[in-house]
């Protein structure tokens, strides 16, 4: 039997590693010396450059800027509603054309800041050698501290002198005058320069764009770096160099983010660096420096490269060189088998002429305009502007929307609807027509408006003040017993359109006291959501989690909602295995309060695709007829319902429009709290103008569904059952004036699920329900009298590991009659002897004891609101518990009172978001308290990494014998303070507190351990 630390020596000392890298590895000297770092001159005509590689004036207000001044990624708000950029009649930069995928259910998001300890940007240049063999030769590389380099940086690679470590530039540009078919031609011979010079010795790359004039435009370099990274694997020689990248057109953090994921190991964004040198120089940085500015640029980039990386769960940059963690949403065949082979692209799209055309536009924007024009161009990118980029909600949509709602008048409606059909194409839906079809008149038997009404997501009536739809995110604030059980139905967060794999922050001016009330913090202090979801890291995750909301509130339906990417047809087939009620896909244009601009833009694809994924997945799996399939992002109209219904969503969900209703004006302020019209804000002065009334959305969800009737009757059915899932129903559209679309393929959208037409199209059954008779049921059935006459009761249970989520229906149903404030104190005793499945007393509520004899899994208290649980091992055990785990991980997520007491260890992530719940162990793995809001948790023993982070409340009170705890917190959240407290025989660093030797005396009483009982002196 060998031991973990035994083997990870015999392995470690097989070769003189240590000695390799010390001898081998070669740093820069801009890493051993910053002061050394230096700005480059400004250009002369730094406009014309910038305007060559299609910077707009938001490229320099909405990210260069905050990213220095704020030293953070560039946030907005209220999504995306502009088109992508195939559909655009704008041109767009490459790297607009891919989208960032994301971990969903399948493997969890990394915190990239709380969790920063678990990441790596270090990388390494140079020839990279077999992993077949171990050599001196394979540590024989540079390591760089980041993949993006400083101008000073490159030119220190440039003159180091060693031989082991070539280094060749590449010219990425091509002729003018060669027009469009010019950039495949130096493309081809780019890719043979690299070849050769790799053939005599050549170690490192530099795919460089600095020679663009008036005679040389650039080659995009996502486009340079896939097809050169291609290229050589197709030759077998990509071992052999490493790539850079000298870039004029990389200023985004997902620019950098695609050109590593393609085979750059390092960047050199140059002309941002000019931009922030020129910029510096006019003052807009107040007090920094220029090279001051440019490190904090480059600190923010990096803090965006890793949180891309993060949201597919890769802690190390070197993983994700290379992945192709993306994909291309319009990007032809020829373009994706060339530069980036293995991509997703289901729409097809542009090609190789289309890319050269739109890098033209740009450059002669730049060199044949005045030399004097220093202005660049107002591009309405992320918010509406005359002449500039389309959007969805323009001003003449939502004014006309504002006139209907106040009324209600079907010719107002007529005129909103006109407004909307009569925009530019922003998504895929716009692109796609009804077939004709023999109309019917609208009074035989259509159905109702007031019927369709109900499959949009939203209140029978205004009268209820508590919402229908309760949503369990990975934040779980307030998810308490009474939260639960008032639903009709548990919307499961995974993801949101805005935002995918990320996480989120209010900030601490936006948590008022009723905020801080409803989320069990405290007033003015931040509260931060892990990335979705902190506890899932597999499907069968997830299905744990349905089935504890299900027993929680047997009554209610559990949705889980997913954004749409490539693949997620495959997620929501598991989804409805794992006896999901509801599965909603969103698309990318999700609205919020607050989200990363680069998010909001570059991540998640449209819904019309993972609806239609989704639909064909589910009727393949023969799942179809289970589940209700709902669809959500950007619709604003009766016809966007009906082309919803034909793709496969039955129920259809409003967000921003909505919003809009009531009075939103698309300001897009609402991470500023600075909404002018009140909707957006907690500032008491801007409520104050708030105009809006429930009557107004309900005057648009019947004005949706009259016209969604009045389609239903000129397509010649009656109601939407009739259609939903029947793309065939649907044709492209020819639109002349947007070349782009006419090279997209839509038949990704357009084939039915079933041509048979014998597999159900949508959901045939209420619920879908697993068969299965719980613990609960049982012990609820003793307790009948209890709970209704309050009267104390004393239950005995064997219990097994599939005895999973033991107490949560117990806890709803004295929810239903007594809402959180539950029973007296230990009114309902509840002995168990054995081993607990996952979950155990998960939303325990006051009034309830569980006392555990044996061991638990993981998820022990998960939502605990009140009450006891104890966990102990039997008296017969021979181990002494502090040394051993008794149990699993995930305990006390989202807890938010009661009391837990465990005679031994716990796993990983211990009391993850709780605000207010009071526990004791005996030690616990890496992220202790993570998140934590408030609460009392006392560690007596040892903890892994990480603790608390995150943590802005409560108090933890840690037992650091060894000395070692310094070394284990996150010093970014937590305060340390040290106390005394004497022990039988010395004394020893812990607070004795009242409330701490209260809870030192349970769990003496509770705890059998001899060397925990010969620890503790209690003095009265």
Known sequence: MLKNSEIKHNVATQKPYAEWVQKGTVTLPTEKNEACATTDAVPEQLATYQKAFGYMTEDVERFIKPMVTEAKEAVGSMGDDTPPAVISRHPRLLYSYFKQRFAQVTNPPIDSIRERLVMSLTTHLGQQQSLLTETPEHARLIRLPSPILTNTDLQALRELNIPDFRIATLSACFPVASGKQGLEEALETLCQRAFEAIDTGTTILVLSDKEVSPDLAPIPMALAVGAVHHHLIRKEKRMQASLIAETGDAREEHHFAVLLGYGAAAINPYLAFSTIVQLAEEGEFAELTAPEAIETYKETIEKGVLKIMAKMGISAVSSYHGAQIFEALGINATVIDKCFTGTTSRLSGIGFAEIAAETLHFHTKAFSGSEGDTSLEEAGYFRFRRNGEFHAYNPTVFKSLHRFVKDGKPEDYEKYAAAVESGEPSSLRDLLAFKPSTPIPIEEGVEKAVKTAQRFKRQPNGDLASSAIKQVASGRFGVTPTYLISAKELEIKMAQGSKPGEGGQIPGHKVTAEIAALRHSVPGVPLISPPPHHDIYSIEDLAQLIYDLKQANPRAKVAVKLVSEFLVGTIASGVAKGYADVIQISGHEGGTGASPLSSIKNAGTPWELGLAETQRALVTNELRDRVVL?????????????????LGAEEYGFGTIAMVATGCVMARQCHLNTCPVGIATQDPALRAKYLGTPEMVVNFMLGVANEVRAILANLGHRCLNDIIGCPELLQPV??????????????????????????????????????????????????????????????????????RTVGAKLSGEIAMHYGDAGLPDRTIQCDFRGSAGQSFGAFCISGVQFVLTGEANDYVGKGMAGGEIIIKPAPTAQFSTYENTIIGNTVLYGATGGTLYAAGRAGERFCVRNSGATAVVEGVGDHGCEYMTAGTVVILGETGRNFGAGMTGGTAYVLDEKQQFEKKYNSDWVKLEKFSVFFRDRESDFKPLCFTGALFRSFYDINDDTVFRTLIRFDN
């Open 630 to 646: 709902r669809a959500d992002g950007g619709m604003r109209s009766g016809r966007d319902i009906v082309i919803a219904a034909m």
């Open 734 to 803: 020819d639109l002349a004036d947007y070349p782009k679309t006419g090279t997209l393929d839509l038949s990704e959208i357009l084939t039915p699920a079933d041509p048979t037409g014998t597999q159900p199209r949508y959901h045939l059954q209420d619920r879908n329900n697993r068969n299965d008779i719980s613990l609960d049921d049982q012990i609820l059935e003793d307790a009948k009298e209890a709970i209704s006459q309050q009267t104390s009761i004393q239950l005995s249970y064997p219990i097994r590991n599939t005895h």
